[in-house]
C-alpha cells in the first residue's frame, strides 16, 4: 500500500483526531491563561494569604508530571466526590499545568512594566483595579507574547496525553490506526507531521500577528 | 509612635496654606532622607525646590503624591492627606483616603512616564474619564484644550514613541492638568530633555504660571528658569532646607555659606 492509499484510506480518522486535539488545545489554552492571569496577579498581592495559595499552587502544578495531574483528576478526584468526563478531564488538567507556567509569565510581565507607570497612573488617582487594568496589564502583555508563543506550543504537544484516558484526540486516532494496521512508520509520521504543522502553521503565526496587532497599538510599527 | 494631639485635625484661618509640610520626617529603612521639615505654600505661589544630589528633592514631592511618612502631617487645602480622622484624633490615612485627598494634587516626572499604549489624547482623557467619570465627549473637549494649550494638538492622535522628549513632556504636563489639579509638582521636567527642546517645556510652565492660579512646586537644576517664575526658592542640603527667599535675595544674596558654595559650583559648571 503506498503511503497515498494509506493517507485516503486513514484520512478521515486523522482529521477527527486532528479537530479533537485542536478543541482539547483551545479549551486549555483559555483555561491556561485565565488561571495564569488569576494565580499571577495573586502572587503579587500583599496578603499573604492569596499570595500563598497561588504560591502553592504554582509550586504544585508546575512540580509534578502532567501526566500524574491527569490520572488524578480523572481517576482520584472521583473517589473525593467529583466526577470529570474524559474530555473535561483532559483540558482541564493540560490547562491548569500550563497555567502554572503562565503565572510566572505573567508576574514577570507585570514586573517588567516600569515603576513610573505605576506611578503615573497613581498621580491620576486611578484605583488599583483601574491601574493594572487598563495601564500595566496592557503592556506586560506585549512584554509577555514571546514566551507564551512558547507556552501554547508546549500546551499543545501536553494535549497528547490525554489520549491515555482515552480521550479521541490525534494520538489516540494514531494508536488505533497503528493497532489495525501495523503501518507504524507512517502513522506516528503523519500524527508528527501534523502536531508540527499545527504549531508552526496556526500558533507560532497567530502569535506574530497578535504582536504586530500590539505593537500596532503602541505606535511601534512602521 | 509619635503624639499626634499636637498636630490639628485641619488647618483652619484666613491664610490657610494650600500644602503646609508640619515636622514631616521620611526615611527609607534606616536612612533618615527628610527630617523635621516644615514648609507652608500659599495659594497661587511657584516654589522652587534646588540643592544638591541627594538632598532630598525629590522626597519632597514623592511625599506629596506617592510616599508615605514616618512622622509629620501633610496638609493639602487645609486637610490632612497623610492623616484621617478617627475617634477626634489623627491616625495613619488608608490607601484609599490616601489616593482621594491626592487628587488635588498633579504631578510631572523627569520620564514623562506617558502611557505608551495610548496616544497623546488619550494619556490626557485616562483620568477624566476613568477616575472622574467624565463622559467621552467631555474628556475630549477638555484634553483638546489642554494639548491645545502646550502647543501638542497637531500631534494628539500620535502615541509617545513617535514624539521627541519636549513634546512628551508637554504631553505629560496636559495630562496632570487634565484632572484639574490644585497644586502641581515638578520633578526635573527638563533634566532628561536634549538642550535645544528645553525651552518648548518652560514656556509651557511659565504660561502655566502667567495665566493660572496654580499652587506650584518644582524641582530644578535651572537656575536661570527658577530666577525668573518662582516667587520663593528653596535651598535644600541634606535632607534639610538650609535657606530660603526670594528669588532675587537666594540668587543674588545668599546668607549662608553652603548656598554660596552650591550656587558658585554651579555657576561654574555652567
Ligand atoms: N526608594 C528609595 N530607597 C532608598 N533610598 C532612597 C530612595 N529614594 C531616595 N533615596 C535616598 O534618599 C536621598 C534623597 O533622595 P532624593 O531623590 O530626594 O534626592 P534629590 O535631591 O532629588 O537628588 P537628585 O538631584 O540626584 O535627583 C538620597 O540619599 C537617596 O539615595
Ligand atoms: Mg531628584
Redesign the interface.
Known sequence: MSYWEFLVEQGPRFVDGALITAVQFALAAVLAIAIALLAGLMKLSSNPLIKGSAVIYIELFRGTSLLVQLYWIFFVLPLFGLTLEKFTAGFVAVGMNLGAYGAELVRGGIQSV?R??W??????????A?RMW??IL??AL?NMLPPWGNLLIELLKGTALVSLISVADLMFEAKQINGSTYLSAQTFGTALIIYYLFARVLVTPFMRWLEQVMLR????TE | MEDMSRYPLQLEGADVPMVSFKNVTKAYGSLTVLENLDLDIREGEMVSVIGPSGSGKTTVLRMLMLERIQQGVIYVNGKPITHMEKNGGLVPADDKYLRKAREPIGMCFQHFNLFPHMTALQNCMEGPVQVLGMSKRAARERSEDLLELVGMIDKKDQHPSRLSGGQQQRVAIARALAMRPKVMLFDEVTSALDPEVIGEVTNVIKKLVAEHNLTMLMVTHQMGFAKDISDRVCFFFGGKIEEQGPPEQLFDHPQKERTQQFLSAVKSAD
Not at chain 1, 497599538?217 to 511601534?220: A, I, S
Open positions: 516600569p513610573g507607570q506611578e503615573a497612573a497613581y498621580s491620576l488617582s486611578m484605583s488599583p483601574k487598563r495601564i496592557p503592556q506585549l497599538k503602541l505606535g511601534r
